[in-house]
Structure formats: C-alpha cells, structure tokens
C-alpha cells in the first residue's frame, strides 16, 4: 500500500530547504534531497500543491513548479485526479552509496573492515562440516558467542549472566526488535536530538511519539532533560551516552547521573546504544559504563552494542543485554522479523571478541588519523567553519557559518562527494547550520572532500536568498 504525507510532515521534514533562488527550485531541491537520504520512500504520495503552499507560506504557483522540476528530473510523476508521486530512484541514485569509482561516500561513518577480518573468516570456514550440521533457525543465538558477549559485560564491572544476552542481525535489527516489543502506539519516547537517525525511524515505525532532548558538542541539555521525563511519562529513552553519534560527545558523570535518576523517577526504560562506545581516540577517554552501581541498582537498562563499528558494517552481528524475562519476550516476538543471526557471522563473531584489544587499537590508530586530516584540512580551508575535538567516534559534527546544510550537500554531490546534511540527524526539524563529516574515509579521500566543500560554499553562499543582509533561516 502507498503511503502518504501530509503538508505538515513534509514542511517539518524539509527543515530549512530556502537554500537558493528561484524559491521552487530551492523546494524541489530539498525534496530531492529527502528521496536521496530515504527518508521519502518510493511510491510516497506527496501533498496536493495548495495544502502544500499553505504550509510553507508559498504560492501555489511556486510549489506547482517545483513539482513540475522534480518531474523532469525523474524524482515524482503526477497523474490527473490521483496527485504527486515520489519514484524509485534511477539506477545510479540506488541505496545512499556513491557509485562511481572516483567518488567519496561519506554518508556510512563506518571505517573499512579490520585487516585480520578475512583471516579469522578463513579459519572459521574450517570449521563449516561443524556449522551445517545444525539447524541455522535460532532467534535467541549460540552459546558461544552470548558466553563470549556476556563475559566481555563482566569484565566491564556489569555482571552478566548468559541468559541476559540475545544475539542480534546488528545492532538496527536490535533497536526495531525492542521497539516493536516495548512501545505501543502513542507511547512516548525520550530521544537525544541530533541522532542516530535509523533509530528515531525504528521507534516511529513502533507508533511512538518522539520526545527530543538536544544535545551538542558541548553536552546535553540536562534541563530539557529532565522536564522532558517528568512531563512526558516516556516507555523508553534512546540513548548513546559514549561518544554519541553525530556529535562524539560522551557523557559526563554528572549527565549520566541526572539524566538516569530522571528515567527511574518517571519508569523510563533506558536504551544504551554502545555501538560507538569503544572507539576512543585519544589515550584512557573509551567510552565509561552508564551509571554507576547505585544508580543501576535501581534503573532499568537495556544496553545493545554490535560489530559493525569496531570490526566491519558488513559483518552483521549485534546483541542486546536485558534481564532474561525480556529476552525471552524478545525470543517469542523476534521470528515476525527474522529467524536468527547466521551461523557463520556468529561463529566469526566468537573468534573476535577475544582478540579486541587488538583489534581497538588498530582501530584507535585508523581513526585518529582520519580526524587529524579531516580536522586539519577543514580548519585551513573553512576557517569560518565551527570545527570540534572529539576524543573519538566516527565523525565530526561542524557548524557551518549559515543555515545551509542541505544545499551544501546537494552541491556536493555534483562534484561525486555524498554527504548528509544536518536535518537527516534532527528528531523535530532543524539542524540545517550542522554537517556531519564522518573520518572513517582515508585521509586522501577525507582531503579531496575538503577541497570539494571549500570549492562549493561560496556558491552555495551566494544563491541563498538574503534579508538585510542575512541569511534567511527558514522557520517552519
């Protein structure tokens, strides 16, 4: 079935999209760029023009035009009496993946697979006569590898028992599982705002209604923090309190503490994604623990994590912790989804966990390099850029020096260089001033993106439309 949008989801979702003049190429601009990111789906039906341009204080001939631009350009088609459909994308645009082999993709903040990989793959193929004897159905996942998570837990100070462990298709596949279990429609959920934004879609699919709580290079908003528990009543917050994706800000233990005794106060149940959380970069700052014993005593924690940051994205192996009651509500509702992780990743997955030392460390080296260029180039070359420090994770979050994140990204991929913009990262809208730039790349790719951007934003600039002087700032 075809889904539909309504004028108001659309103007929330196109953030600030006044990025150029003539104002209808500017709109179907940022409409294109909604059908790159795969936040519209294909076969979406789009709002009738006139409910449109009464959302966005346009005229109708405005947003008529613009409709007409995404037409020719293959991103929609309109039938007389049915109204705007988006379109599956041309064959180059598939997935949010450059194509061509001089390009740069930075939209996946994941660094290429760890050099051993493929070793530890061949030896466990020795092993495949063992692997095809058993059945490969199995939602809950191996002894071995939940052993092998759950003593990692352990040795972290977190005692775990293999019964609190459940082996996941990564760590997407763990968010939507908790998310169909835990939420019902209309519940609320507390999430960080910018974030991770497959989860925000994960609990929207659930029927949640999404409760953001900002959060920036600097820190959370712990005010909004804790008004947004006590207000709200939420089922679960979201969170990634270890080197948070976008912005690689960790938590404090004054902010793990607020924000955690808020949760228990209000019943919350807590969601710590850790899937960034060993990524430390400079010496002794990995990820801490959430919470310390006496708040944990009394909090309700689920922590998920996965391979895909640390090991290789393709190696889809993720896992939750919770105590055994939910992993078993988990168990009974995970087949509606898949029938387990497969065997072979998971057998993988259990000859790596003992080597992660090692394998942190040659990642801790890759990363830092990757900052160091992309901090670096960015600095020499866009000076009035805000550019960050962050002691680790995956990317940067820089503030560009005018609200036009959207049509910086969409000038950059003319010239084979596919970012996402701010607003893919925002809860309710905004962020339009932000850019994430993954330093996952190698650092000639990282200093081609640079030149890129640096060649690009004055023109960008320099077509947005102006009011006194300024830079307008869509408000929506």
């Given at each position: 079935m075809?889904?539909r949008?309504?004028?108001?989801?659309?103007?929330?979702?196109?953030?600030?999209?006044?990025?150029r003049?003539?104002?209808?190429e500017?709109?179907?601009?940022?409409?294109?760029l909604?059908c790159l990111?795969?936040?519209?789906?294909?076969?979406?039906a789009?709002?009738?023009?006139?409910?449109?341009?009464?959302?966005?204080?346009?005229?109708?001939?405005?947003?008529?035009t613009a409709y007409?631009?995404?037409?020719?350009?293959?991103?929609?088609e309109?039938?007389?009496?049915?109204?705007?459909m988006?379109?599956?994308?041309?064959?180059?645009?598939?997935?949010r993946v450059?194509?061509d082999?001089?390009?740069?993709?930075?939209?996946?903040?994941?660094p290429?697979?760890?050099p051993?990989?493929?070793?530890v793959?061949?030896?466990?193929?020795?092993?495949?006569?063992?692997?095809?004897?058993?059945?490969?159905?199995?939602?809950?996942?191996s002894l071995?590898?939940?052993?092998?998570?759950?003593?990692?837990?352990?040795?972290?100070?977190?005692?775990?028992?293999?019964d609190?462990?459940?082996?996941?298709t990564?760590?997407?596949?763990?968010?939507?599982?908790?998310?169909?279990?835990?939420?019902?429609?209309?519940?609320r959920?507390?999430?960080e705002?910018?974030?991770?934004?497959?989860?925000?879609e994960?609990?929207?699919?659930?029927g949640?209604?999404?409760?953001?709580?900002?959060v920036t290079?600097?820190?959370?908003?712990?005010?909004r923090?804790?008004?947004?528990?006590?207000r709200?009543?939420p089922?679960?917050?979201y969170?990634?309190?270890?080197?948070?994706?976008?912005?690689?800000?960790?938590?404090?233990?004054?902010?793990q503490?607020?924000?955690?005794?808020?949760?228990v106060?209000?019943g919350?149940?807590?969601?710590?994604?850790?899937?960034?959380?060993?990524l430390?970069?400079?010496?002794?700052?990995a990820?801490?623990?959430?919470?310390?014993?006496s708040?944990?005593?009394h909090?309700d924690?689920?922590?998920?994590?996965?391979?895909?940051?640390?090991?290789?994205?393709?190696?889809r192996?993720?896992?939750?912790?919770?105590?055994?009651?939910?992993i078993?509500?988990l168990?009974?509702?995970r087949?509606?989804r898949?029938?387990g992780?497969?065997?072979?990743?998971?057998?993988v997955?259990?000859?790596?966990l003992?080597?992660?030392?090692?394998?942190?460390?040659?990642?801790?080296?890759?990363?830092?390099?990757?900052?160091?260029?992309?901090?670096?180039?960015l600095r020499?070359?866009?000076?009035?850029w805000?550019?960050?420090?962050?002691?680790?994770?995956?990317a940067?979050?820089?503030?560009?020096?005018?609200?036009?994140?959207?049509?910086?990204?969409?000038?950059a991929r003319a010239?084979?260089?596919?970012?996402?913009?701010?607003?893919r990262?925002?809860?309710?809208?905004?962020?339009?001033?932000?850019?994430?730039i993954?330093?996952?790349?190698p650092?000639?790719?990282?200093?081609?993106?640079?030149?890129v951007?640096?060649?690009?934003?004055?023109?960008?600039r320099?077509a947005?439309?102006?009011s006194?002087?300024?830079?307008?700032e869509?408000v929506?």
């Open positions: 075809d889904s949008l309504t004028a108001r989801a659309l103007a929330a979702a196109l953030g600030g999209w006044r990025t003049e003539p104002a209808y500017a709109l179907a601009d940022g409409i294109r909604l990111d795969n936040r519209l789906a294909p076969r979406t789009l709002p009738a023009e006139r409910e449109l341009a009464g959302a966005l204080g346009l005229s109708r001939t405005t947003v008529a007409r631009s995404l037409r020719d350009t293959g991103h929609i309109s039938v007389r009496g049915s109204g705007s988006t379109l599956p994308l041309r064959r180059r645009e598939l997935g450059a194509v082999e001089d390009d740069i993709d930075l939209q996946q903040a994941s290429a697979a760890w051993g990989l493929a070793g793959m061949s030896e466990t193929a020795l092993d495949a006569a063992s692997l095809v004897a058993r059945s490969g159905y199995d939602v809950l996942g071995e590898l939940r052993s092998a998570v759950a003593a990692r837990f352990t040795r972290r100070g977190i005692e775990t028992s293999v609190q462990i459940m082996i996941t990564g760590a997407q596949a763990a968010i939507h599982l908790l998310a169909s279990v835990l939420m019902h429609r209309g519940d959920a507390v999430i705002t910018p974030t991770y934004p497959h989860a925000a994960a609990l929207r699919e659930a949640a209604r999404l409760v953001g709580v900002p290079t600097e820190g959370w908003d712990l005010d923090a804790v008004q947004a528990f006590a709200t009543s089922t679960l917050a969170l990634m309190p270890s080197f948070q994706n976008p912005t690689g800000r960790s938590m404090s233990a004054h902010e503490s607020v924000i955690a005794q808020a949760a106060r209000a919350a149940t807590l969601v710590i994604d850790e899937t960034t959380a060993e430390a970069i400079d010496p002794r700052l990820g801490a623990t959430f919470v310390d014993a708040v944990s005593a909090a924690i689920i922590r998920l994590g996965s391979l895909g940051k640390t090991v290789w994205g393709g190696l192996v993720g896992w939750i912790r919770a105590d055994p009651e939910l078993r509500r168990v009974a509702a087949p509606r898949d029938l992780t497969p065997e072979f990743e998971q057998a997955a259990a000859r790596l003992p080597v992660m030392p090692e394998i942190l460390v040659q990642r801790s080296a890759l990363l830092r390099e990757g900052r160091d260029t992309l901090t670096a180039a020499c070359e866009l000076p009035g805000r550019v960050p420090h962050v002691p680790g994770g995956v940067l979050w820089v503030e560009l020096d005018a609200p036009l994140s959207s049509g910086l990204v969409l000038a010239h084979g260089v596919y970012l996402s913009a701010g607003s990262f925002a809860v309710d809208g905004g962020h339009d001033r932000h850019l994430r993954p330093f996952t790349a650092a000639d790719q990282l200093r081609r993106a640079v030149d951007l640096a060649r690009v934003w004055p023109t960008v320099a947005a439309p102006v006194g002087g300024e830079l307008l869509a929506i």
